[in-house]
């Protein structure tokens, strides 16, 4: 089946790095991107990896393997406005663009 | 270029009336996707579709559910004789042909009385 895990919740303070991961399970593999939703808000794009490797994109990174099916997202010099839920999502291979979805990481920064 | 656009952003309905949800995507952008979202939940995808084409509409409910494309004018999501467990935020996303990333609009908070 399908299958996209990530922790439910994460807890970090501000000026801190913090990492969240996320491993799939899927039948094909085609990328994986991760989106910021703040409360009541739309997801926004943060970052795409189809190559394994790091992506580093100002204070975010993201890191890829796909033969251990993991990836993560890596939050440096955490704000306050970085609380939000972090998405997950892997593009199955083929030529569907449909996405699978985690549940995704609820991020509280504090003071 | 005006990001992906939806309205209503707020639709009150009671039972069994029709919800109509309208997305327009970013310009240039030939693929729509629509989701719900339930309060502290995940996405869950429902369609995608390119002009005039669904492409893959296996998260659709099988019933009062349908979407719609057309080569004119806004992608359209319709909700026939809605339920309160209806009741959530449709958000909708568009890509361009060349790239994958899916860029998502305000959604549209559908309350079910």
């Known amino acids: 089946g399908q299958n996209i895990d990530q922790p439910t919740e994460m807890t970090a303070t501000e000026g801190a790095i913090v990492q969240i991961n996320c491993t799939y399970q899927?039948?094909?593999?085609?990328?994986l991107f991760w989106y910021q939703q703040h409360a009541g808000e739309a997801p926004t794009f943060l970052s795409y990896n189809v190559l394994d490797g790091l992506e580093e994109k100002g204070r975010f990174s993201s890191f890829l393997s796909r033969s251990k099916g993991y990836s993560y997202l890596l939050l440096k010099e955490l704000q306050m406005k970085d609380s939000a839920s972090y998405l997950c999502a892997v593009r199955d291979a083929g030529n569907n663009r449909k996405l699978i979805w985690g549940l995704g990481t609820s991020l509280a920064v504090n003071p | 270029n005006a990001g992906v656009m939806q309205n209503p952003r707020h639709l009150v309905r009671r039972r069994g009336q029709e919800a109509r949800l309208r997305c327009s995507p970013m310009k240039g952008h030939s693929h729509v996707y629509w989701y719900r979202q339930l309060p502290e939940e995940g996405l869950k995808f429902m369609v995608y579709?390119?002009?005039?084409?669904?492409?893959?509409e296996s998260g659709m409910p099988k019933e009062r559910f349908s979407a719609e494309f057309p080569k004119e004018g806004p992608s359209i999501l319709r909700i026939q004789q809605v339920v309160r467990g209806d009741s959530a935020a449709y958000f909708c996303a568009s890509s361009p042909p060349e790239i994958e990333t899916q860029y998502f609009g305000p959604g549209t908070r559908l309350l079910v009385l």
């Open positions: 579709l390119q002009k005039e084409n669904i492409i893959d």
């Open positions: 899927t039948s094909g593999f085609n990328g």
